[in-house]
């Protein structure tokens, strides 16, 4: 493989590990699957039993008015 190539695969894989709840691609991929949001929320919300998540879903844009600003939420 040519060193260029294997550094860009390497400086990609450092990125992806820095990568957290936070940024979309990871918060989608665990929204939209029912056992990772539910995981998630137990980690999240040890005082409550979750067994399990119906319908998760990636998040939203909301708009409360026509004035407002707009507002992104999860699940």
């Known amino acids: 493989m040519p060193e260029n190539l294997t550094l860009e695969r ?3 894989r450092a990125e992806w590990q820095q990568k957290t709840i936070k940024d979309d691609p990871i918060f989608g991929t665990v929204m939209t699957n029912p056992n990772l949001c539910a995981e998630l929320l137990r980690r999240a919300l040890p005082e409550l039993t979750i067994q399990w998540v119906k319908d ?3 998040q939203h844009t909301i708009q409360a008015t026509p004035t407002a600003k707009g ?3 999860g699940l």
Do not use: E, G, Q, V
């Open 56 to 58: 998760a879903d990636p």
């Open 10 to 12: 390497a400086a990609l």
């Open 71 to 73: 507002m992104r939420r």
